[in-house]
């Protein structure tokens, strides 16, 4: 059975970074690219950013180019995604997923296997 834990969330303010990880247990971790994705209260699920299965290529969404960073650990089961320059539209549940079917990184069909999510809240 395939697991996926997602920690690292929390309070902050506008401007702040955080460090959200998302450990992986139960399936070859490192043969799968993984993703995040995030809901905003209100919205659906939209995609954040996305790393291939060697870590070799990434994908953002164009809100969080040059402040999000996708990054994965095979070693360790583990995809990080740091968070910098915080902005209050960035509150939502942060939810990270395994791409399992092919096609694009951001649609959220090519992916099972989801965590239970993360609250990332940022006050102004």
């Known amino acids: 059975q395939v697991q996926l834990v997602e920690s690292g969330g929390g309070l902050v303010q506008a401007g702040d970074s955080l460090r959200l990880s998302c450990a992986v247990s139960?399936?070859?971790?490192?043969?799968?690219?993984m993703g995040w994705f995030r809901q905003a209260p209100g919205k659906v699920r939209e995609f954040v950013a996305a790393?291939?299965?060697?870590?070799?290529?990434?994908y953002y969404a164009d809100s969080v180019k040059g402040r999000f960073t996708i990054s994965r650990d095979n070693a360790k089961n583990t995809v990080y995604l740091q968070l910098n320059n915080l902005k209050p539209e960035d509150t939502a549940i942060y939810y990270c997923?395994?791409?399992?079917?092919?096609?694009?990184?951001?649609?959220?069909?090519?992916?099972?296997?989801w965590g239970q999510g993360t609250q990332v809240t940022v006050s102004s």
């Open positions: 790393i291939t299965w060697s870590g070799g290529s990434t």
């Open positions: 139960g399936r070859t971790f490192n043969s799968y690219g």
């Open positions: 997923a395994v791409r399992v079917y092919s096609g694009s990184y951001s649609r959220e069909g090519n992916y099972a296997y």
